[in-house]
């Protein structure tokens, strides 16, 4: 018999939130404590390029993450494999003269080729990216019918956040009320038009791994911080509300200080957490207070930071001319001759690197 390859190639950027998601309600099927609202990148930048192929040449499922074959027995991928798998629909290219039926998914085995274009678990989301990308191309492989917001709850099963990577724009994931997890999915606020004027920069302080995995961390602040209780039932259903609402009327003031607070309390979530967890250090300590001093000074916010599970800070300014005078504010305060630990900053469509 003739062999053949179906191939699917798919890019997906990844998301930054700005309520953050910090705590789990169950471990397996990745239940959030709380709502959460993120911002997806441009595709251009921070994206991860994901090939799926299938083959009855194939024995064996297996995957390469940046060139190097990584291990698919962890459950977070078997779970997403599992899940696509179900909902395979039957495939016939005509012109390749492949014909798989429904059934023939579950003996087909896979190869998995992904690539991001950022550094890895360094706080800047890449497993985020990673899923959505997998789960989105398995779909699309598979001639799956689910929509995105159905394919974001298989997303999830990989790692939270990847949720929300399969929409552009501003994306809300609503954390459900089911016990099995079909109500915890992700939509779309606004596309990525709404909005466009803003510009994000991360200022990338350092792309070494973090010490503490959001799996563990997040682990310890549940059963260990009593603010994590606080934040989840009193402060994050109001600032997703309001944060909506700031959204939906390109009210940067209240974006940037309902941003900059919850960032803030996340990392104060970490600090009270036992054992305690530094995800920022001096550095972003020290792009805090430079970014607040010019806002302040300006009277109206013009930028937002916020800061995920690593020491590199987003920053998301009002506009082109704010991005600008940040960059330069950025420069004054971490000269490129300086040692301090700050190594390259992306902003839009241009990389400055020391
Ligand atoms: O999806 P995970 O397990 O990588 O967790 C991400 C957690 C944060 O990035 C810190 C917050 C968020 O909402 O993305």
Same mark, same amino acid.
């Given at each position: 018999?003739?062999?053949?390859?179906?191939?699917?190639?798919?890019?997906?950027?990844?998301?930054?939130?700005?309520?953050?998601?910090?705590?789990?309600?169950?471990?397996?099927?990745?239940?959030?404590?709380?709502?959460?609202?993120?911002?997806?990148?441009?595709?251009?930048?921070?994206?991860?390029?994901?090939?799926?192929?299938?083959?009855?040449?194939?024995?064996?499922?297996?995957?390469?993450?940046?060139?190097?074959?990584?291990? @698919?027995?962890?459950?977070?991928?078997?779970?997403?494999?599992? =899940?696509?798998?179900?909902?395979?629909?039957?495939?016939?290219?005509? /012109?390749?003269? $492949?014909? $798989?039926?429904?059934?023939?998914? /579950?003996?087909?085995?896979?190869?998995?080729?992904?690539?991001?274009?950022?550094?890895?678990?360094?706080?800047?989301?890449?497993?985020?990216?990673?899923?959505?990308?997998?789960?989105?191309? @398995?779909?699309?492989?598979?001639?799956?019918?689910?929509?995105?917001?159905?394919?974001?709850?298989?997303?999830?099963?990989?790692?939270?956040?990847?949720?929300?990577?399969?929409?552009?724009?501003?994306?809300?994931?609503?954390?459900?009320?089911?016990?099995?997890?079909?109500?915890?999915?992700?939509?779309?606020?606004?596309?990525?038009?709404?909005?466009?004027?803003?510009? $994000?920069? $991360?200022?990338?302080?350092?792309?070494?791994?973090?010490?503490?995995?959001?799996?563990?961390?997040?682990?310890?602040?549940?059963?260990?911080?009593?603010?994590?209780?606080?934040?989840?039932? =009193?402060?994050?259903?109001?600032?997703?509300?309001?944060? /909506?609402?700031?959204?939906?009327?390109?009210?940067?003031?209240?974006?940037?200080? @309902?941003?900059?607070?919850?960032?803030?309390?996340?990392?104060?979530?970490?600090?009270?957490?036992?054992?305690?967890?530094?995800?920022?250090?001096?550095?972003?300590?020290?792009?805090?207070?430079?970014?607040?001093?010019?806002?302040?000074? =300006?009277?109206?916010?013009?930028?937002?930071?916020?800061?995920?599970?690593?020491?590199?800070?987003?920053?998301?300014?009002?506009?082109?001319?704010?991005?600008?005078?940040?960059?330069?504010?950025? @420069?004054?305060?971490?000269?490129?001759?300086?040692?301090?630990?700050?190594?390259?900053?992306?902003?839009?469509?241009?990389?400055?690197?020391?």
């Amino acid at each position: 018999e003739k062999t053949w390859v179906r191939m699917v190639t798919a890019q997906t950027p990844t998301n930054i939130a700005v309520i953050k998601y910090w705590g789990k309600r169950d471990e397996t099927l990745i239940l959030p404590v709380n709502d959460s609202i993120s911002v997806t990148l441009d595709p251009a930048h921070l994206c991860t390029t994901t090939t799926v192929a299938v083959s009855p040449s194939f024995d064996q499922d297996r995957m390469w993450l940046n060139g190097k074959e990584i291990s @698919l027995s962890g459950g977070r991928y078997q779970n997403c494999l599992r =899940e696509i798998r179900a909902r395979a629909c039957e495939v016939e290219d005509k /012109e390749k003269g $492949i014909k $798989i039926a429904k059934k023939d998914w /579950e003996k087909l085995h896979l190869h998995v080729a992904s690539y991001n274009n950022f550094p890895t678990a360094a706080g800047l989301a890449s497993s985020a990216a990673g899923f959505a990308c997998l789960v989105f191309a @398995l779909a699309k492989l598979m001639n799956a019918k689910e929509d995105n917001s159905e394919l974001s709850a298989i997303a999830r099963q990989g790692s939270g956040s990847a949720c929300r990577s399969l929409f552009g724009g501003f994306v809300k994931w609503i954390m459900g009320k089911a016990e099995d997890g079909s109500d915890s999915l992700a939509v779309q606020l606004v596309d990525e038009k709404h909005w466009d004027e803003l510009v $994000i920069i $991360i200022a990338v302080v350092s792309s070494r791994q973090k010490e503490t995995s959001s799996t563990t961390g997040m682990r310890d602040s549940v059963e260990t911080s009593l603010l994590l209780q606080h934040r989840a039932k =009193e402060v994050v259903p109001k600032r997703i509300k309001q944060m /909506e609402e700031a959204i939906k009327n390109r009210d940067f003031g209240s974006f940037a200080q @309902l941003s900059c607070a919850d960032s803030n309390q996340f990392h104060a979530v970490c600090l009270d957490t036992c054992p305690t967890i530094f995800y920022m250090n001096d550095t972003s300590h020290r792009i805090i207070s430079c970014v607040e001093k010019w806002n302040c000074s =300006e009277g109206m916010p013009q930028v937002a930071y916020t800061f995920d599970a690593g020491p590199n800070a987003v920053l998301i300014a009002h506009d082109r001319n704010a991005a600008t005078q940040l960059m330069q504010k950025l @420069l004054f305060c971490f000269p490129p001759s300086s040692d301090a630990d700050l190594n390259s900053y992306v902003i839009g469509d241009k990389s400055i690197l020391k």
